[in-house]
């Protein structure tokens, strides 16, 4: 946490010099790895607009998190678009599918989990898409990374690479001659890796949530994400600061 | 119109036959076009099931026709899925920009309209995929066409088929092996060869909705897709049974 305001104070330090800074649209879900992309992008100079997605996840409480994460990392605007992802179903982060507890590494990382919200990605990508031609923006940031796709097919840099073709062919920006490009700063991270990234960029993680089931809006501390995270903690040989139920 | 009961019983006929008909997910707006494209998904054996977008357009009132028209094609379900457009912007369709009137065809196929939505197509069809998912079918029609693609990049077969692969790479289905298969019947056609079309399968014309800027639920005659839909029944010498305010 230290470290953040050193970073903001170069920040302010480009600004000041007229440095014009270009826009980018972070999909940012309140997460641990969504925030780590908003301060990676931030630090690379750009001028993050957020975007953040209620999709009527059992954890809306992410979304507070989402908030206060861009309060953090001074993100330039945060949107929070409603998505009508219940009228399609089919998921356990959505539906009444019950979210697996307390399973080990290996059970988690075989086949596709009932977490798995259909297309996800790429309705969310296509939303990142169309504000980012709003803003005239060209760069889109997405956290997806390894701990994710050996269960999510949308969360590999196979389908990133197609869905940056549909950019260039599918707008208007595009088809005058812009080329979109979709960053994946953590695509080769595990959770420990981001964990570290994170903490170095000045992440305040004790603000963000990782919980697909969070009791009274504490962390479970046994479905998958939960797992994840503090196995991560660990790995990365660092506080764990998350409040469980 | 006298064309369609022939062609319902002839589906009738298949069904008690015990043929097993593919499910389908059709976009449909409630347009001549994607009106055209559901008869045509009909007869071609598939158990249609429609998506229409309530993205907070100026012509809501197609809404409306979309249910209509899938009364009278015998789609076997229809969902309106809410999207939340007018947040992100950028459009005369969604926005508080003036609809262009009366243009000349010369002047309409110039440039990209400001009726263009940012990334619509991408987004619409990314909730299609995720659909297509949910139901476990493999087959997504959609209307896009000639008329459009001189305007519109996602309406170019191009933007189409890197969907498509964006479709097998980005979900289940297309991780364990199925492909997807985007369907675009009318992409070489005119919008007299549209009008043709659907009149031989038995669409009724007068359900459907084309003007973007309807004055108390009637077309106003003057936009570029009023201009289009006029033109589009001259040419094809067929008689327009449009209300016109």
Sequence with gaps: ????????????????????????????????????????ATLQGFDCHALTFDYGQRHRVELAAAKRVCRQL??????????????????????????????????????????????????????????????????????????????????????????????DLGTKAGATGSHFKIHTPLIKLTKAGIIRLGEALGVDFALTHSCYDPVRGRACGHCDSCLLRKRGFKEAGMVDTTRYA
């Design 1 to 40: 946490m230290a470290a953040f305001p050193a970073r903001l104070a170069y920040i302010a330090k480009m600004k000041s010099r007229g440095k014009h800074r270009q826009p980018a649209v972070i999909l940012l879900s309140g997460g641990l790895d969504s925030a780590t992309v908003l301060a990676y």
């Design 74 to 167: 001074g993100a330039a605007t945060q949107r929070v678009v409603k998505l009508d992802l219940r009228a399609i179903g089919g998921s356990a982060l959505t539906a009444n599918i019950a979210v697996p507890k307390g399973r080990s590494a290996k059970s988690m990382h075989r086949g596709i989990p009932v977490t798995y919200v259909p297309a996800r990605n790429t309705i969310f990508l296509s939303y990142a898409l169309a504000l980012a031609e709003v803003l005239k923006a060209r760069d889109i940031f997405i956290g997806v990374n390894a701990v994710d796709f050996s269960g999510y097919p949308d969360c590999r840099s196979q389908f990133i690479k197609a869905f940056a073709r549909v950019a």
